[in-house]
């Protein structure tokens, strides 16, 4: 059974930081690319950074230069360290891995920016 938890959300002050973290299970983690996505009310879900199976990056323009994302397939992890955070970035976080035709999400975790 495949599994992707993710943890690390919460309310944090604008300018601060948060770190989420994913673990997956059930799945051969360094084959697949690994990304967070965001999905805020009244908004369509948006890819927020990527990581491949060679560790390449890709990161949406909003989020560019404030976070970055990392991956441990020892420990078959996926975090997204989130700085300088801003209003704009509240929204339920998702981890997602994807090889081939496979695809599986977590099932989310708040961040509030918020003072």
């Known amino acids: 059974q495949v599994q992707l938890v993710e943890s690390g959300g919460g309310l944090v002050q604008p300018g601060g930081s948060l770190r989420l973290s994913c673990t997956a299970s059930?799945?051969?983690?360094?084959?697949?690319?690994l990304g967070w996505h965001r999905q805020a009310p009244g908004k369509q879900r948006e890819l927020v950074a990527v990581?491949?199976?060679?560790?390449?990056?890709n990161y949406a323009d909003s989020v560019k230069g404030r976070f970055t994302i990392s991956r441990d397939n020892a420990k078959n992890t996926v975090d997204l360290q989130m700085n300088t955070v801003k209003p704009e970035d509240t929204a339920v976080y998702y981890c997602?891995?994807?090889?081939?035709?496979?695809?599986?999400w977590g099932q989310g975790t708040q961040v509030t920016v918020s003072s």
């Open positions: 997602n891995a994807e090889w081939r035709s496979l695809g599986y």
């Open positions: 059930g799945i051969s983690f360094s084959f697949y690319a």
């Open positions: 990581i491949t199976s060679g560790g390449s990056t």
